[in-house]
C-alpha cells in the first residue's frame, strides 16, 4: 500500500508542480477545456503515473480513474477561479486529487482508517500545544499589548496581519526547537529577529518604539517556551 500511494504521489507532484509551467496555468485560465495545454497536462500526469507504475497494466483501471478525474477537477476549478478565492480553489483542488489517490489505493489495497487513533493522548497533547502556540498565543498577546499600542506600528505600511503571522510563525520554531531541545537555534531565531527589524528600531524617534517591539517579541517568544516545555513535561507523564 505504501509502495502504490509513494508512486501516484509522486506522479501527481510531477505532474501539477514539476511540469507546469506559469504559461500553461494561464492559458488553461484563458481557454478553458479548448486549452491545448490542458490536454499537455494531462498526458504528462498519465505518462509520469504509468512510468512510476512500470507500466503495469493491470493498474490501468486507476489511471484511468485518476486521469478522467484530474481533468473533471482541474475543469471545474478553472471555471470557478472568478467566483471564488484562488487560494480556497487551490487548497480544494488539492485536497480533491489526494482522496481520489488514497480512492484508487484502497481499490487495490484496502485498508482501514482507525479514527479512534485521532483520540489518542498523545495527538491531542500535540494538537492543544499547537493551538496554544499559534492561535492562543496571539489572542493573549494582542490583549496584553494592546496597552501600549503605538500609531508608528499600527500605520506603518506593512502586509495585512503579517505581524501576526509571523508572530504564529516565530512560536512555532520556538516550540519546535525546544522539543527537539535544539535551545541553541533559539538564539540564532532571535538573532535573526533583531537584525530584520533593526530598521525599524534605528528609525524611532525615542525609546517607545523599541520597547514595544522588544516587549512583543520577548512575550512570543515567552510564551513560545512555556508551550514548549509544558508538552515535553506532560508528554513525558502520558508515556510512563
Given at each position: 500500500?505504501?509502495?502504490?500511494?509513494?508512486?501516484l504521489l509522486l506522479?501527481?507532484?510531477?505532474?501539477?508542480?514539476?511540469?507546469?509551467?506559469?504559461?500553461?496555468?494561464?492559458?488553461?485560465?484563458?481557454?478553458?477545456?479548448k486549452?491545448?495545454?490542458?490536454?499537455?497536462?494531462?498526458?504528462?500526469h498519465?505518462?509520469?503515473?504509468?512510468?512510476?507504475?512500470?507500466?503495469?497494466l493491470?493498474?490501468?483501471?486507476?489511471?484511468?480513474?485518476?486521469?478522467?478525474?484530474?481533468?473533471?477537477?482541474?475543469?471545474?476549478k478553472i471555471?470557478?477561479q472568478?467566483?471564488?478565492?484562488?487560494?480556497?480553489?487551490?487548497f480544494?483542488?488539492?485536497l480533491?486529487?489526494?482522496?481520489?489517490?488514497?480512492w484508487?489505493?484502497?481499490?487495490?489495497?484496502?485498508?482501514?482508517?482507525a479514527?479512534?487513533?485521532?483520540?489518542?493522548?498523545?495527538?491531542?497533547?500535540?494538537?492543544i500545544?499547537?493551538?496554544?502556540?499559534?492561535?492562543?498565543?496571539s489572542?493573549?498577546?494582542?490583549?496584553?499589548?494592546?496597552?501600549?499600542?503605538?500609531?508608528?506600528?499600527?500605520n506603518?505600511?506593512?502586509?495585512e496581519?503579517?505581524g501576526k503571522?509571523?508572530?504564529?510563525?516565530?512560536?512555532?520554531?520556538?516550540?519546535?526547537?525546544i522539543?527537539?531541545?535544539?535551545?541553541?537555534?533559539?538564539?540564532?531565531?532571535?538573532?535573526?529577529?533583531?537584525?530584520?527589524?533593526f530598521?525599524?528600531?534605528?528609525k524611532?524617534?525615542?525609546?517607545k518604539l523599541?520597547?514595544?517591539?522588544?516587549?512583543?517579541?520577548l512575550?512570543?517568544?515567552?510564551?513560545?517556551?512555556?508551550?514548549?516545555l509544558?508538552?515535553?513535561?506532560?508528554?513525558?507523564?502520558?508515556?510512563?
Amino acid at each position: 500500500m505504501i509502495t502504490l500511494t509513494l508512486q501516484l504521489l509522486l506522479a501527481h507532484l510531477i505532474g501539477d508542480f514539476l511540469i507546469q509551467p506559469d504559461h500553461w496555468i494561464k492559458d488553461k485560465e484563458e481557454k478553458k477545456h479548448k486549452s491545448k495545454y490542458l490536454w499537455a497536462h494531462l498526458l504528462i500526469h498519465a505518462l509520469a503515473t504509468l512510468l512510476l507504475l512500470q507500466f503495469d497494466l493491470s493498474y490501468w483501471k486507476g489511471v484511468l480513474v485518476i486521469m478522467v478525474s484530474h481533468f473533471i477537477i482541474d475543469l471545474v476549478k478553472i471555471n470557478l477561479q472568478h467566483r471564488l478565492n484562488k487560494r480556497l480553489l487551490f487548497f480544494a483542488d488539492q485536497l480533491a486529487h489526494l482522496l481520489v489517490i488514497a480512492w484508487v489505493v484502497y481499490l487495490y489495497e484496502p485498508y482501514t482508517l482507525a479514527f479512534s487513533n485521532l483520540m489518542d493522548n498523545q495527538i491531542l497533547l500535540f494538537v492543544i500545544a499547537l493551538l496554544t502556540t499559534t492561535v492562543v498565543s496571539s489572542i493573549f498577546m494582542k490583549v496584553i499589548i494592546t496597552k501600549w499600542e503605538l500609531e508608528e506600528d499600527i500605520n506603518s505600511a506593512s502586509l495585512e496581519h503579517a505581524g501576526k503571522y509571523i508572530g504564529m510563525l516565530e512560536r512555532l520554531f520556538v516550540f519546535g526547537f525546544i522539543v527537539l531541545d535544539q535551545w541553541q537555534a533559539i538564539g540564532f531565531l532571535l538573532a535573526a529577529k533583531s537584525v530584520f527589524r533593526f530598521g525599524d528600531l534605528s528609525k524611532a524617534k525615542d525609546r517607545k518604539l523599541t520597547e514595544y517591539i522588544l516587549i512583543g517579541t520577548l512575550l512570543s517568544f515567552g510564551f513560545a517556551i512555556l508551550y514548549g516545555l509544558g508538552y515535553s513535561h506532560f508528554k513525558q507523564v502520558i508515556d510512563h
